[in-house]
Structure formats: C-alpha cells, structure tokens
C-alpha cells in the first residue's frame, strides 16, 4: 500500500474534505443527519413511552444490524464513485450455501468460510468486471446481483434451508453480558472501518479515487488494485450481513435480502455521502442506517398504517439527497 | 447564517413527514392485539388483515398490523416492537413454518399469547392455529369430481411440494374420496405450487395416461397450468380441472369455462375468526381448540360471485 502525503488530502470523521473551506459544510452534513435522528427520535419518544426504553433501543439496533453492516460496504464503494446493486442477491447466496454447508457438516467454522468466502469472491467478481472488464458498476452489479440470487434459487430448489446449531447462529441470536451480538458486531465493525477509513493511507487513497481518480492515478496510485480491494472489503462486509442475517431467522433462505441493496444505499444516502464519490463519512452512514431503523420502529410503535411507513422513509431519502445536493453548491 | 438556515431546513424536512404521521395514530389504551402479516403486498394477505382489522373494530379492540414484506427479518422487528408495545395477543400469518417459529418463540419469551394465522409454525408453543379446513376442502373437491365423471374414469393429481403440509391436506381429502367411491388416481406427482411447473407435469401425465377425465391440483396456479397443457393438446372438453385458493386468475378461467372448480379459501373470513378466537379467550377465558377450522366452499360456473 503505497502511502499519501499527509497534506494533500485530508479528512475527518464527518466527511472528507478536499479543501479546508469545505471542511465546515461536510461537517454540517453528517451534523444534520444526527440533529434529525435526535429530533425523530425526540418525537416517537413523546408519542409512544415504549420507545425510549433501554430494551426498545437495543432493538432497533438489532433490527438495523445487518442493513448498516452492509452499508457500510455499500459507503466505501460509493465513496469510490462506484454503486453496489448486488447485495440482496450475494446475501441470499452467501445464506443459503452456508445453511447448506452447515446442515450437511455440522460445522461452524464451514458455514463461516462458505458464507463470508461466498461474498468476498461475489465482491472480487464485481470489482475485476468494473476494473479489468470496464462495465460500468450499475450494470455490472445489476448483473452479478441476478446471478448470485439465481444461483441461490437453483441450488436451492427455492426451499428453504433451517435449522442450524446455536454455535453458528451465535452472531445473530447470541448475546454477550445481555448485549445482543447484533449490537457488539456492527459497533465493533464501525469502529474498525472508522479508523481503517480516517487514519490510514487506503482510506484516503478511497476518497481520493472518488474524488478524481484519473488525478489520483497519476500520484503513482494503482486505483484498479484499490478499487478492486474496496469491492471485495464490501463483498466481506457483506457475507457478515449474511451471516447475522441466517443467525438471526435460523435460515437460509434464496428470497432473503430483496430490496436491501436499496436500503444500504438509503442509509448511506442520508448520512450525507454523495453518490457521485469522494465525499461521506462513515459516522453519517450508521447515523443514516439508524435513521431508517427508528423510522420504521417507532412508526410500528405508533400504530402507523404499514402501507404508510414507505411513504414516510421515501420522504426522508428525498429530503436527504436534497439537501446533500445543496450544500454541494 | 446560511449553515443554520439549512440545519434548520434538514431538521424540519426529516421530522415533518413524522409529526403528519403522528395525527394518524390510534388514540385508545384498550386492548391492544398486534398482527404481524406476511406481504402487504399479496391481496389474499390483505383480506385476511381486513377481516382482522373490521372485527377487532367491532368488538372494540385496537389492532397494529405490521407488515413484514416477504422478509423473515422484518418478520422478526414486528414481533419484537409488538412485544414493546406489550400488545395483548400477537396474530402472526407467518412468512414460513420456520420464521414462524422464531417469532413464536420471542412471544413465548414474552408471555403474549400467539394466535397463527394460516402457514402454521415448526415448534414452540401457540393458541391455535387458525386454518382454511384443507382436508374438508380436497374432500370437496373429490365429490365435485367424483359427481362429474363415471366411477370407472382416470384422474390425476398434482400437488405442492413434499413437505409443505398444509396442501397435502387437501391432496389427502381428494384422495379418500376418490377411494371411496372406486375411482382411480393414476397419476399423482408434484408441480411445486408453480403455474408452468403444473404445465409441464400435466403435458407428461396427458402423455401417459390419454383417457385422462379430471385432475386436482392442490393450488390454483399449477391448476392454471394444467388448463393450458390441456388445451395445448385439445382436450379441453375431455379433462375436468378443479383447483384449490380461489385467486382471482382461476375465477376468471371457470367464467371463462376452461376450469371447471375451485375450492376457496375464504381469508377475511380467516382475518375475523383470528380475533375472534384471541377475543374469546382473553376476555372471556375460552380455551379454544388447537386448530380452529375456516369453511371453504366450492366455486363453480353456476357459484361464481358477481363481479
């Protein structure tokens, strides 16, 4: 890993910022995100008395886990001007093999590789076609998105696959000292990617790909090899997602994680990372991740009409980008 | 100034679809159930969530139907805010037997009594199991079949997937009635509940078995396929076909006169007897029974509803 001179490129855990007169509007985009969830949350806490209780809110992080876990992923490759449309589909594979393994062999450590190795290798595909291959990611991970749910349907029979040892399911449905191993997962992993993301080379090298990544090649910097890694740490973090997902459901299961590719790009869109790269913060994404959960939580709280949740999250998303878009200016 | 104005601008834009929301919300402390439904997006889920809704209204019990949107997961969020909630009784339309039984467990955990609705649970412990009468309705179906045909003709039958227990019910139904009036299934194999699947095993079994005078499939869907295989090889006037669900495709196929029956299930019927049942138990201690029968009834050309 080549390293970047400390002072030309710097960032902070709100945003990166390229230049120092940006530095106050990046840091009042990952600030906005959290006045509003502290704000929303300030409304379901008068509206429901179940919310703000201690147990209600190990929940939420619960029901969040493994969408801002694999937000995460879906953050650094956005970050790089890319986009991460194969996440559902990887997820259900990396499921459904596992289950499957772990069925037929009884071990943890098996189920493990094949999920988390299913993912990575699903992620390397992704990140050689956009590199090597030139297809534009969209298309790409569309593409790769439609196989690995493919494959999941076929190998599986469209059945799905149960009933699993406690050890295994212990990332999803095990708890240390009453925390939920839902809780410790995501928060150990956020912190890792925080400082895997400030405070190293490779993150600033993520930022600067995505902020001009022709300039940034011409530094010396092997982009492709980056680019490559970045598809391949979100193809891991998404195999994690897998993996807390299966623990959680006790299941494998081909339909399993439609839509969430969605989802993850929503948390990442509303803690303020722009979608055409270079710009975000790792701290605004679990914020927006948490966004999402609350919303949905504590409108189920409310008794609100179920049909009526969609159209409250999408209002949020709008407003999210909308306001992204203009502090751009 | 510009950053506060748009702090400003953020922070109300995001909470503004919230306090809308807020004014939408049931006012009441009565009894709360919580209903944790499968797919909003299913039309049969949604008669079954209108009956639980109109007769909770009626007996004046307050209801929070979650939706779960084909997600074992979202599935599992619903049970655990209803619990949070402290609802009185969760109705729960699992999303399978296995989701199923993780959120029944959660509810056990909890000490809410749990009432399923359709689908039914792998383990843990429940109420009952509110259910169409499967075995009564393949039954149904066997008379219907058995009035249409000579005691010596050949019939076939399809069925869902091994394993899947509730439609091998109504394959068990059709197939005492088909015994006991002499009648021979010469055929019976499996379409996997899918429209083309049911095509193609119809196409082998026309193959086999030319003389063939009626089949019943365990779903509309494969029904419909097997319509189709049927006609392809000009025998519509020959094969009898009579499906189990009552979708809105096969009642368009009977007026069309290419089906001859269906078996409906009757879900809002399904959606009131839940409360009902949770009703009678909560507030009038009766136990009810393990399984609590929804009536099906038979939809032919001469039955089929109005519109």
Redesign the interface.
């Known amino acids: 890993m080549k390293s970047v001179p400390e002072n030309r490129l710097t960032n902070s855990g709100f945003g990166s910022a390229t230049s120092v007169s940006f530095l ?2 990046t840091r ?1 985009r990952g ?3 959290l ?2 969830l502290i ?2 949350m300030g ?2 806490a008068v ?2 008395p ?1 919310f703000l ?1 201690i ?2 809110l190990m ?1 939420i992080i ?2 969040v886990a ?1 969408i801002a876990v694999i937000a995460a992923g879906a953050m650094f490759i956005i970050l790089t001007g890319g986009i991460d449309l194969s996440v559902g589909g990887v997820m259900a594979l990396a499921g459904v093999l596992a289950a499957s393994a772990v069925r037929a062999s009884d071990s943890t450590t098996l189920g493990i590789v094949v999920c988390l190795g299913t993912a990575v290798l699903f992620g390397l595909l992704a990140g050689v076609l956009v590199t090597y291959g030139r297809i534009p990611p969209f298309v790409c991970t569309l593409g790769t998105m439609s196989i690995a749910r493919g494959i999941a349907f076929v190998y599986s ?4 696959i ?2 699993f040892p406690e050890s295994f399911r212990f990332a999803g449905s095990g708890e240390i000292a009453g925390i939920p191993m839902m809780v410790i997962i995501p928060v150990v992993i956020y912190a890792i990617l925080y400082f895997v993301l400030v405070r190293t080379p490779f993150g600033k090298i993520v930022y600067a790909i995505g902020s001009n990544e022709e300039a940034t090649r011409l530094t010396g910097i092997d982009t492709q090899k980056y680019k490559l890694f970045v598809y391949s740490l979100a193809g891991l973090l998404t195999g994690i997602g897998a993996l807390l ?1 299966i623990g ?4 494998g ?1 081909p ?2 994680g ?2 969430y590719e969605l989802n993850a790009i929503a948390a990442v869109v509303i803690g303020g990372t722009s979608l055409s790269g270079g710009r975000g913060s790792i701290i605004g994404t679990v914020i927006g991740a948490l ?1 999402m959960g609350v ?14 949740q969609s ?2 999250l999408g ?2 998303i709008v ?2 980008v ?2 992204d878009q ?2 751009q200016k | 100034m510009t950053i506060t104005k748009r702090t400003f601008l953020a922070v109300m834009s995001m909470t503004l679809p919230l306090v809308l929301g807020a004014g939408t919300a049931l006012a009441g402390n009565a009894k709360v159930f919580g209903y944790a439904v499968q797919d909003l997006g299913n039309q049969y889920w949604v008669a079954v969530a209108n009956g639980v809704k109109d007769q909770a209204k009626t007996l004046g019990v307050d209801v929070v139907v979650m939706d779960a949107r084909t997600d074992a997961a979202r599935e599992l969020s619903n049970i655990d805010d209803m619990i949070q909630k402290k609802v009185d009784a969760i109705l729960l339309s699992p999303w399978d037997a296995n989701s199923g039984a993780n959120a029944v467990a959660a509810a056990n955990k909890a000490k809410i009594p749990v009432f399923v609705l359709d689908i039914g649970v792998a383990s843990g412990s429940i109420e009952s199991l509110i259910v169409s009468d499967n075995l009564k309705g393949g039954r149904i179906a066997g008379e219907f079949v058995a009035s249409k045909i000579p005691a010596n003709a050949e019939v076939a039958h399809i069925s869902c997937q091994p394993g899947y227990v509730i439609p091998a019910l109504r394959g068990q139904g059709f197939k005492e009635v088909m015994k006991e009036k002499g009648i021979n299934i010469v055929a019976s194999q499996t379409a996997e509940s899918q429209r083309a699947k049911g095509m193609d095993v119809m196409q082998n079994i026309l193959q086999a078995h030319p003389n063939l005078a009626a089949v019943f499939a365990e779903n509309d869907e494969m029904a419909l396929g097997a319509v189709e295989a049927i006609a392809a090889a000009g025998k519509s006037k020959q094969v009898l076909v009579v499906g189990f669900d009552g979708t809105g495709d096969a009642l368009a196929s009977i007026k069309d006169g290419r089906m001859a029956a269906t078996v409906a299930q009757q879900p809002y019927e399904m959606g009131k007897l839940g409360v009902d049942t949770a009703v009678a138990l909560l507030n009038d201690g009766k136990k009810p029974e393990g399984e609590t029968y929804v009536p099906v009834k038979l939809i032919t050309s001469d039955t089929l509803p109005a519109k």
């Open positions: 106050s509007l009042l600030m906005g995100s006045i509003a704000l929303i409304v379901f509206s429901s179940a209780q147990q209600n929940n619960v029901q493994v029979g469209g059945i799905p149960s009933g997902y959680r459901i006790n299941s299961h339909g399993s439609i839509g966004i919303i949905s939580n504590g409108l189920n709280l409310m008794n609100i009409d179920p049909y009526f159209v409250v209002t949020v407003f999210a909308m306001i203009h502090s």
